[in-house]
């Protein structure tokens, strides 16, 4: 008996699958556009900003690195290393120096 009724309620819940597929509404994808502001502002001049505007601005904008909080030399130091390692940033060897220096200079602490 209760084989029957197993088997009969398997029957019952396979049969009302096709209708539940019918009834589902169909998935439409449609393209959307996007405004973002526009990121024209470079780094303020200085020595180094070149390098900055060069290495930087690829990624990410002024404005970003601007707003952050005054860094020790050692923590913006720690902040390039990182955009390289973590975020790999393609940033040259020999620019690695100038950034550290010019972030310092511009949002430092004036520690090391």
Request: proline content about 6%; some cysteine.
């Amino acid at each position: 008996m209760t084989r029957t009724l197993l088997l009969i309620a398997l029957i019952a819940a396979t049969a009302d699958v096709p209708f539940a597929a019918q009834s589902a509404p169909k998935l439409s994808l449609k393209s959307v556009t996007v405004d973002l502001p526009t990121g024209d502002r470079m780094f303020p001049s200085g020595s180094g900003s070149d390098v900055a505007d060069n290495n930087c601005l690829a990624c990410h904008s002024a404005g970003m690195v601007l707003n952050q909080p005054a860094l020790s030399k050692a923590q913006w130091q720690a902040v390039v290393k990182k955009m390289i390692t973590a975020y790999k940033a393609p940033v040259d060897a020999k620019d690695v120096g100038p950034l550290v220096d010019y972030f310092a200079s511009i949002r430092g602490t004036g520690t090391n």
